[in-house]
């Protein structure tokens, strides 16, 4: 029997990559990964960014919370070391704030390739390690086609609104959930884990969710 | 490995109507597991 895990996501959320390889680590020691199906479905953190605005996101941040930028660094920082014990190697000191929606589009045209978790994994990496600019059209189309997506089909979105109303409907899902905090997992329509939490945590969730099917 | 307590979600009165969502049991797991909300993650 297939597992269904549904994970709503934004491809700039730090923890979200974190929860990405905890949610792997947690699958590769269960029994039955094999028959475990993962849809990513788009989150936008902030979605009134205006589109095309950029700024640091060290700056955005110290803004939102009112924090000195040593405090935004300090933060930052602690991040980054949790992120290196996944194996993942933070920029967040060089990353750029933008609204994530096209980025977002561009996942549910690879998402209809099949590659909804590489394209969800590129874009994480673009923003968090390599402080590529999730907005600019180039990259958008850059990093779809690095996984697969027909550079074609990746400039007309990007340069079209389409699957715009996918956006908007995993959001709307999102919010009649009581989903307001990413990452957030749902396996089977039934379990429910919230945030970043251990391998071990997910493997209990995949076994519940194993024994309930 | 130990039981995890559940709870579940507060339901939206919102539509689609209750009964066209899935009834989520929420795995509890570690109280401080981060998320990112309202655009902060820290």
Known sequence: MTIRIDVWSDVVCPWCYIGKRRLESGLERFEHKDDVSITWHSFQLDPTIPQGQREPVSEMLGKKIGAPPSQVRAMQHQVTQLAEAEGLSYDLGNATSVNTRDAHRVAHLAGQHGLGDAMHEALLKAHLSDAAVVDDPDTLVRLATEVGVPAAEATDVVNSQKYGAEVDADIRKARQLGISGVPFFVLNDRIGVSGAQSAEHFLAALRKAHAEA | ?42
């Open chain 2, 1 to 42: 490995m130990s039981e995890i307590p559940e709870t579940t979600t507060p339901v939206l009165e919102e539509e689609p109507p209750v009964e066209e969502l899935p009834q989520l049991i929420i795995l509890e797991g570690a109280d401080d597991a981060p998320v990112c909300e309202n655009g902060v993650c820290w």
